[in-house]
């Protein structure tokens, strides 16, 4: 797939999952960028087969709104998310912008989007209150993919469905999603112990305007509620890792959690990885030598070809059973909640 025909195709998502503004900018870049500076370049000769795996349409989304976060692009930041622009003005825009800022675009496109949506956490709540009621074992949490572990602190957000809570009553952070299926149920978990792991792990200070950058410039719900979950990340400081995910799940996984359920979780994370990688972190679960009254439940939300949204899954070991837990959207605004009654589920086990 050339860079072309994956911008235009990421910009109908990006129209899709409600940012109008960010489906424009790809578009005008699909259609008028040229090659011969630097930025066009890189973006032009991206090799085809890793176009799309590499996301490099959000790449290039994410550093412009971090030149116009940090100010470096004063003539961009007057007409950034303005629907009162015309295209052509909008395209003299942005194309003075990948000239003359080559040296910041760069190496943004360079790294995978870090976009640590905190919705997402909402699936997180719900696959806690699953475990909770299937083992009445308090949680071991290891995520994939942490960035800044904005989704490792899930249990400091609240969910709400209806009118049924979950989560700390006084949580800053409440998420509502559109909720369809059954709800689950109301065991709220206890979290003996947290970590993550991230190949490139981001501060919640030092790489605020990064973090923020990645949340699409016209969707301002989602920017205020990733600061305040940056503010709360920053005052806990949940313990992130930098190294290879396969790695530290294998040295996580070495070590015995008696008397505890171990949540192995990651939220759009899988795409990113080779199909070794894939192969040996399931291995890692699968080879983990598990003690009595120790499941180790692997709690994944990825993209598929199925669509609408990413896919929900439970896997427990040490059987390997896979339980569907349905789908939600990629930026959590809805969740479709299709998992089996815990306690029925447990008791077909034995």
Same mark, same amino acid.
């Given at each position: ?6 911008? $235009? ?9 409600? =940012? ?13 960028? !040229? ?5 066009? +370049? ?7 087969? /890793? ?20 100010? $470096? ?8 998310? /303005? ?36 919705? /997402? ?20 949490? =290891? ?12 249990? =400091? ?49 030092? +790489?605020?305007? !990064? ?25 806990? !400081? ?13 040295? /996580?996984? =070495? ?27 399931? +291995? ?19 993209? +598929? ?37 815990? $306690? ?7």
């Amino acid at each position: 797939m050339s860079f072309r025909t994956h911008a $235009k195709a990421q910009a109908e998502a990006c129209a899709q999952l409600g =940012s109008p503004y960010t489906a424009r900018v790809l578009r005008l870049v699909a259609d008028h960028l !040229r090659p011969g500076h630097a930025v066009a +370049d890189r973006l032009l000769g991206w090799p085809a087969e /890793r176009v799309e795996d590499d996301a490099v349409a959000l790449r290039l989304a994410g550093a412009l709104h971090h030149l116009v976060l940090t100010r $470096k692009a004063a003539m961009l930041a007057r007409f950034y998310t /303005r629907d009162d622009i015309d295209d052509a003005q909008l395209w003299r825009s942005l194309d003075a912008v990948l000239r003359l800022n080559a040296e910041d675009i760069l190496p943004v496109l360079n790294h995978a989007p870090q976009t640590n949506e905190v919705a /997402r956490s909402a699936v997180f709540i719900a696959a806690g209150h699953w475990l909770s009621a299937a083992f009445g074992l308090p949680l071991v949490l =290891s995520e994939l993919g942490t960035c800044a572990g904005l989704n490792l602190i899930w249990d =400091s957000y609240a969910l709400q469905i209806g009118d049924h809570h979950y989560g700390p009553q006084d949580a800053a952070i409440t998420l509502a999603p559109d909720w369809y299926g059954s709800l689950p149920p109301l065991a709220p978990p206890v979290i003996r112990a947290r970590a993550g792991v991230d190949r490139h792990p981001l501060d919640p200070v030092a +790489d605020r305007a !990064r973090l923020q950058s990645y949340i699409w410039a016209d969707q301002t719900t989602r920017l205020e509620r990733q600061a305040l979950a940056l503010d709360l990340a920053a005052e806990a !400081r949940p313990p992130v890792h930098e190294g290879c995910a396969v790695a530290w799940l294998s040295d /996580r996984l =070495s070590r015995p959690q008696p008397q505890a359920c171990h949540m192995v979780y990651h939220s759009l994370f899988w795409q990113y990885l080779t199909d070794d990688q894939q192969r040996n972190i399931v +291995d890692a679960m699968a080879r983990a030598r598990l003690q009595a009254n120790e499941p180790l439940a692997h709690v994944a939300m990825e993209a +598929d070809d199925d669509g609408p949204g990413a896919r929900l899954t439970l896997t427990l070991w040490p059987q390997g059973t896979e339980i569907t837990l349905g789908r939600a959207d990629f930026h959590g605004a809805w969740v479709d909640w299709q998992a089996p009654d815990p $306690k029925a589920w447990t008791e077909a086990q034995h």
